[in-house]
Each structure stands twice: as structure tokens, then as C-alpha cells.
């Protein structure tokens, strides 16, 4: 199973951008799927998840400004995120969940950099 970030890069506060997540190697359909983020010096946290049947959960601190969203015909999950900020810089991993099995699998993640 591979998960394969894109999309990162520096972007100004109050700027938007919408990282992707192109999945192989399982049925994609049949994951649940998530983005995390680890800023620098901190853990790694949730920042949103979307159910195989699309319900879809986020992180208090992006709550109205990010959005998850999956293709299943693309085996890809985007995640849109809008007036960024500062403490939005982070490495930002995909991750995923095989409903059948439980196994998950992760990215090697995308840096986001926010500038003041």
C-alpha cells in the first residue's frame, strides 16, 4: 500500500491551499481516511477525517476552515484548507484505514509553511 502526499509548499497567511493524497496498492474505497500534521517540535495530531461512506470529522483548531473530501474513482483524498495560519505549518501526513483488515498505512508527508 502506497500513499503519496502532494501540494505543500510556502504559502502567505490568510492563503489557501489543498493537499492530495493519491492511494495505491488497496481498495481504496474500503479506507477510511485522514490527515494529520506534526509541527515542528510538537506531536503529531489529527487534523481531519473522512469515513468510507464520507462522514467526516476535523480538529477543533480547523474547524470552518479546512475541508476533507476523497474520489473514490481516483483513489485520492484532498484536503482544502483557507485562511491560513501561522500555526498551520506542519509536515502533513495522509493516512489510512483498511475497514476489513485494520491496518493502517501512512505517507511520508508534504511540509506546509505558513509565512507571517
Known amino acids: 500500500v502506497q500513499l503519496v502526499e502532494s501540494g505543500g509548499g510556502l504559502v502567505q497567511a490568510g492563503g489557501s491551499l489543498r493537499l492530495s493524497c493519491a492511494v495505491s496498492?488497496?481498495?481504496?474505497?474500503?479506507?477510511?481516511m485522514g490527515w494529520y500534521r506534526q509541527p515542528p517540535g510538537k506531536q503529531r495530531e489529527l487534523v481531519a477525517q473522512?469515513?468510507?461512506?464520507?462522514?467526516?470529522n476535523y480538529a477543533d483548531s480547523v474547524k470552518g476552515r479546512a475541508t476533507i473530501s476523497r474520489d473514490n474513482a481516483k483513489s485520492t483524498v484532498y484536503l482544502q484548507m483557507n485562511s491560513l495560519l501561522s500555526e498551520d505549518t506542519a509536515d502533513y501526513y495522509c493516512h489510512a484505514v483498511q475497514s476489513y483488515s485494520g491496518m493502517e498505512y501512512w505517507g511520508r508527508g508534504t511540509l506546509v509553511t505558513v509565512s507571517s
Open positions: 473522512i469515513s468510507t461512506g464520507g462522514r467526516t
Open positions: 496498492g488497496t481498495i481504496f474505497s474500503l479506507n477510511a
